[in-house]
């Protein structure tokens, strides 16, 4: 019987070889938790505090929104949602909304807070095509395809706006066009 030496000597390389080679991600590793990279911190840019009542600053906000082309789909005295529609690309739209939420900081209400959270709904167009036949039954079976194409907006994500800068061009705003005090 023949033997071949250097077999063995194949297979222990190809072993220690495989040891060596980094593990690679596929496509069933589950991203990291999101929530890992949430931080509870004291101080935050989704608030802000004004020396004014809860109602004074929600009206602050909703010129703000109102100012800069917002559609407000609420409008409550301590609650607004505001949106304003993008299309950066041909096929791409954008949605951004806007809740501000005023809570007074005193039993008083001479001060309060707003609390602010945008995000961007993000929607691409699909194509989607259809086709029907029309059958003449006295000349027999013709069908004559009738095609069309419908063009809808599908929502493939949405993002929280996570800029500092956002919220302070904000909250800046909403100090500059507080109602006037009574």
């Not at 080679?21 to 990291?32: A, F, G, H, Q």
């Not at 739209?93 to 005023?102: A, F, G, M, N, P």
């Not at 039993?107 to 993000?122: G, H």
Request: net charge neutral; hydrophobic share 40%; glycine share 6%.
């Amino acid at each position: 019987m023949h033997r071949l030496p250097w077999v063995p000597v194949l297979a222990g390389l190809a072993v220690l070889g495989g040891c060596a080679v980094p593990e690679m991600p596929t496509l069933s590793d589950p991203p990291p938790p999101v929530h890992l990279s949430e931080r509870f911190e004291a101080t935050s840019s989704h608030a802000h505090r004004y020396p004014r009542s809860a109602e004074d600053v929600c009206e602050g906000a909703r010129r703000a929104l109102l100012s800069q082309g917002y559609v407000l789909s609420r409008n409550d005295r301590v609650v607004l949602v505001g949106s304003k529609f993008f299309q950066p690309e041909k096929d791409r739209h954008v949605e951004l909304k806007l809740q501000v939420t005023c809570v007074p900081d005193d039993a008083a209400d001479r001060a309060a807070s707003a609390y602010v959270t945008a995000w961007e709904d993000q929607y691409v167009v699909k194509k989607s095509t259809s086709s029907s036949s029309l059958g003449v039954s006295a000349i027999g079976s013709i069908s004559l395809p009738m095609g069309s194409s419908e063009d809808s907006l599908v929502k493939v994500g949405v993002q929280t706006v996570r800029d500092p800068a956002f919220y302070d061009r904000f909250h800046a705003l909403i100090k500059l066009v507080l109602p006037a005090e009574r």
